[in-house]
């Protein structure tokens, strides 16, 4: 079961992954909306310990650096655990900043969720 009360993010468990939707950036949520639920999510994955992240930037053109920072600090939990996280559907902006933030050197990039949600279950598999 995933979290429900987030207002930044929508979250959903797929399997043993989470996905994790941004739903806008600082110019739609407060800044202390962002750092509230990511910290309501960073509490939900140590209590719930799924198996994987993927971040899905369906519903945003593009962030900013508070929202990626947030991301970004989520991604890194699930690797300090030796678990996996990936991103994926991203626009163009959107994986030009990725990739000048080095967030595609660090993590896996999926042009859409099936191909990533693909790659995480072989993932978890192994």
């Known amino acids: ?3 429900t009360h987030l207002k930044v993010f929508a979250v959903e468990a797929h399997d ?3 996905i994790v939707t ?3 950036d600082i110019e739609t949520f407060r800044y202390q909306d962002i750092h509230v639920d990511t910290n309501s999510l960073l509490d939900f994955v140590k209590r719930n310990r799924p198996d994987a ?3 899905d930037f369906s519903s945003v053109d593009l962030i900013g650096s508070l929202m990626f920072a ?3 600090k989520l991604a890194r939990h699930f690797e300090d655990a030796n678990k996996v996280a990936c991103f994926c559907s991203a626009t163009e902006p959107m994986q030009q900043a990725l990739h000048t933030m ?4 660090k993590w896996s ?3 859409n969720r099936a191909d990533a949600v693909e790659f995480l279950n ?3 598999d192994q």
């Not at 080095?102 to 050197?105: G, L, N, Q």
């Open 1 to 3: 079961m995933a979290p």
């Open 22 to 24: 941004p739903q806008g």
């Open 109 to 111: 990039y999926f042009e």
């Open 16 to 18: 043993r992954a989470l």
């Open 102 to 105: 080095r967030i595609t050197s």
């Open 122 to 124: 072989e993932a978890m």
């Open 53 to 55: 992240l993927l971040v």
């Open 70 to 72: 947030s991301l970004i």
